[in-house]
T-cell receptor, first 115, second 113 residues
Framework: DGGITQSPKYLFRKEGQNVTLSCEQN?????MYWYRQDPGQGLRLIYYSQIVNDFQKGDIAEGYSVSREKKESFPLTVTSAQKNPTAFYLC??????????????FGSGTRLTVV | AQSVTQLGSHVSVSEGALVLLRCNYS??????LFWYVQYPNQGLQLLLKYTSAATLVKGINGFEAEFKKSETSFHLTKPSAHMSDAAEYFCAVSVNTGNQFYFGTGTSLTVIP
């Protein structure tokens, strides 16, 4: 079955560490997205990519970095510059052909906690 | 610019009662509207979508929503709540001039036995 796989499901980070969240899709979607979810704040866009080797900042990109070396993969690195990284992170993907019609497909998320 | 507002961050209903979750949108061009459901520690799952065809849209699990342009609303309803409906619900808007979605802040639904 096609879908998006996020790993790990739970991740613990020490202060000052960088951590990388994995997102892999086998839907043949061109566009991929990273969202951060905090209670009461909904989903906020961190980065998105529409094509390999290209990506754009979203609304809250500071303290995060991404890469898109393969169409299927869009890893997110939470750097030590991100002062409040504890949150639930969601990866999504969509077609570039009428995404407003088909919507996004979401992964099951990674819960990151700073310890 | 597009945006959505979900009125009521928490809604509680009794099992068997009507579920009504409110969503109002703002868009300068014809919108495409979506409702997603999120169960604890899971991703978002598409419930239903409005794409300019019928204004009354039926989705999974007995949910439906009606697009009302005059009220700029897209409220989600279900005639009879089940315990399994307890989840967080997100309304989202998109338009056909881009590929970004704008999500509301979510409504947490509690079903009381």
């Amino acid at each position: 079955d096609g879908g998006i796989t996020q790993s790990p499901k739970y991740l613990f980070r020490k202060e000052g560490q960088n951590v990388t969240l994995s997102c892999e899709q086998n839907l043949n979607h061109d566009a991929m997205y990273w969202y951060r979810q905090d209670p009461g704040q909904g989903l906020r866009l961190i980065y998105y990519s529409q094509i390999v080797n290209d990506f754009q900042k979203g609304d809250i990109a500071e303290g995060y970095s991404v890469s898109r070396e393969k169409k299927e993969s869009f890893p997110l690195t939470v750097t030590s510059a991100q002062k409040n990284p504890t949150a639930f992170y969601l990866c999504a993907s969509s077609t570039l052909d009428s995404p407003w019609f088909y919507g996004y497909t979401f992964g099951s998320g990674t819960r990151l906690t700073v310890v | 610019a597009q945006s959505v507002t979900q009125l009521g961050s928490h809604v509680s209903v009794s099992e068997g009662a009507l579920v009504l979750l409110r969503c109002n949108y703002s868009s300068s061009v014809p919108p495409y509207l979506f409702w997603y459901v999120q169960y604890p520690n899971q991703g978002l799952q598409l419930l239903l979508k409005y794409t300019s065809a019928a204004t009354l849209v039926k989705g999974i699990n007995g949910f439906e929503a009606e697009f009302k342009k005059s009220e700029t609303s897209f409220h989600l309803t279900k005639p009879s709540a089940h315990m399994s409906d307890a989840a967080e619900y997100f309304c989202a808007v998109s338009v056909n001039t881009g590929n970004q979605f704008y999500f509301g802040t979510g409504t947490s639904l509690t079903v009381i036995p």
